[in-house]
């Protein structure tokens, strides 16, 4: 039963992070290839305060996603002049950048290559609980994102998206939506590396490389771009499927690459078969 709520957390702690992507790339059509660096950001703005500096759980989690929303703005304005290949290319010297960070410049603990020992209050203390908060949390955020994508900024944002020119010709700045949609981005991916901190216990910088960044495109890519219905599926579907691999019995050192190869294999076929993924709205074709 623990480790059912352990994956149940790690489940709602993911449909977040893509939630956050698919408003970058399903929504607004920004391909962000190094969202794991705002994931880590925020696990370890929280994990610092809170490890370190002794500060309230709850206070250190709004904090991380305000340092994502930051860190993401910030990285975002030198990239607003280009697009397409090249944007993406930058968005993954984004993630090498805060991977180094994390690795040379970011606070551990003695003996360690990373952060653990948070102080948890006691809703997120014991597993049934934090499980719960946890889910509570993701649902918000997935409300959150239906209201902004069905309001008037949503539809600016798909605009923004398919016809940025006649956007311009009505007097509005596709950059600005952008820069808009790429923060609050970075907020939820933030909250989402706090709760990611309290949900392993320890972080380190092996947890935000360029295979987290690609496993975020997998879960959206699977899913479907420009459906929020598809970044939940997507993720629940790909750790379920994660989770099975346990049970065919091979040795624990030919589980990862069995998964990287399968990853693979599944967006090769989405790519030629499916490229909306399972719910999406949303073709790059197009």
């Known amino acids: 039963m623990e480790h059912l709520l352990y994956l149940g957390t790690l489940i709602a702690v993911w449909v977040i992070v893509a939630l956050a992507a698919n408003l970058v790339i399903g929504y607004t059509g920004m391909m962000a290839m190094g969202q794991a660096a705002y994931l880590g950001v925020g696990a370890y703005v929280t994990a610092t305060l809170n490890i370190l500096l002794g500060v309230n759980f709850y206070f250190a989690l709004l904090l991380g996603a305000v340092a994502g929303a930051l860190a993401a703005a910030i990285t975002l304005l030198p990239l607003r002049r280009i697009g397409g290949f090249y944007f993406a290319l930058a968005t993954l010297g984004v ?24 102080q948890l209050p006691g809703l997120f203390a014991s597993s049934g609980p934090r499980f719960a908060a946890t889910l509570a949390i993701a649902v918000l955020c997935v409300l959150l ?3 902004v994508v069905a309001s008037p900024l949503g539809r600016a944002l798909r605009a923004t998206r398919d016809r940025p020119d006649a956007l311009a010709a009505l007097g509005k700045d596709p950059r600005h939506y952008q820069m808009v949609v790429w923060t609050f981005a970075g907020a939820l991916t933030g909250l989402a590396g706090g709760l990611y901190a309290a949900t392993l216990f320890y972080i380190d910088p092996t947890l935000f490389t360029l295979d987290a960044s690609i496993l975020i495109l997998v879960y959206i890519g699977v899913g479907g771009l420009a459906s929020t219905a598809g970044s939940v599926l997507g993720v629940i579907l790909l750790i379920a499927f994660n989770e099975s691999l346990r049970f065919i019995g091979l040795p624990s050192q030919f589980v990862g690459p069995l998964q990287q190869a399968m990853y693979g294999l599944l967006l090769i076929g989405l790519m030629i078969f499916r490229r909306r993924g399972l719910m999406g709205e949303y073709d790059f074709r197009e």
């Open 145 to 147: 994102c239906q209201r």
């Open 95 to 118: 993630n090498f950048v805060f991977f180094d960070i994390f690795h040379n410049l970011a606070p551990r603990v003695e003996g360690s290559e990373g952060l653990y020992g948070l």
